[in-house]
């Protein structure tokens, strides 16, 4: 008998110690609200930072980014056609993207969903191999000027940097 109710209550604190770790925020349903639009959206986002500059598409690339940044940055035009002479080739290959990311709930809705996805061994048929990392806000309730990229970084092999914007201007919370 002392041994079934050993065995009740060893099963019994498992039980709840595996039910009270699960945390699942409430979520809205909205489009602009569900983590995995979110980060759908994160990844269409990198495939096209690649796309345009593959592409020396700059009218585009320069869509992509916040409206704080464009309309308080001047040099944007300058940086992305540096960026574009910068970045030489169509891409070969690549290595897994690696995302990290920020967000902040509030009653179980996001307020603030940043990203700063990054890629290394993009190799393309010009012989380089790049690096690439960006900087982006997808929600941010309080700031929605900030929603779109700040700043996309271009490493080469040499480790030559080629930046386009200001991730500080942005975010200047982090300076």
């Keep these: 008998m002392a041994k079934k109710i050993f065995i009740i ?4 604190i498992i039980v709840l110690n595996f039910s009270s770790c699960i945390f699942i925020p409430s979520i809205d349903n909205s489009d602009e609200q569900n983590v995995f639009t979110v980060k759908a959206q994160m990844k269409n ?3 096209e930072i690649i796309r345009c500059l593959e592409e020396k598409d700059s009218n585009a690339l320069k869509s992509m980014f916040c409206e704080k940044l464009l309309d308080n940055y001047e040099n944007i035009d300058e940086d ?43 190799k393309t048929d010009a012989d380089k191999e790049y690096r690439i990392r960006y900087y982006q806000h997808l929600i941010n309730v309080e700031n929605p000027d900030r929603i779109g990229v ?9 480790d030559n940097v080629c930046e386009i914007g200001d991730f500080y201007l942005v975010n200047p919370e982090y300076k």
């Design 45 to 47: 986002d990198f495939k």
């Design 9 to 12: 209550m060893v099963l019994s």
């Design 150 to 158: 700040s700043c996309i970084e271009i490493t080469d092999e040499a």
């Design 80 to 122: 992305i056609e540096q960026a574009m002479v910068f970045f030489q080739g169509n891409i070969t290959s690549y290595g897994n993207v690696l995302y990290g990311d920020d967000d902040s709930l509030r009653n179980g809705e996001y307020v603030l969903f940043k990203v700063s996805p990054h890629i290394k061994e993009l």
